[in-house]
């Protein structure tokens, strides 16, 4: 008599358990992740439309600092301060380079850290 042995096929308990362990892991990451590279978009739009404006290379500081604090109001960026915004005005030059840091607290004691920099400028020097 001939008998035939059948392979079991498919995952295990422990390989499904990784694997979900992974997913739930990277799904965690890209919730934590995508909030920041959003706002940052908000930060990028804000300079674009600043060095967008027309004779902002004539503006004062100050009003260049006003104008983007009324562009991160009305787009909910509070992860900018003042201090992070560096702004050069000579002449009919202009630049404004934003240089920040988010940090978002991830699980436990990990965080995540994000840095950007960022720039326009309008004129000539």
Known sequence: ???????????????????????????????????????????????????NRTDIEKKSKTEVWRSLAKQFNMNYVYTVKKKDVKITSRGGYLKVQIAYHVKEPFIGNLSVWVDFDDSIEVGTK
């Open 1 to 51: 008599m001939h008998t035939t042995h059948k392979k079991q096929q498919g995952i295990t308990l422990i390989s499904m358990i990784l694997i979900l362990g992974l997913i739930a892991f990277f799904t965690l990451i890209v919730l934590k992740v995508s909030p920041i590279y959003m706002n940052h978009s908000k930060v990028v739009h804000a300079l674009e439309t600043l060095k």
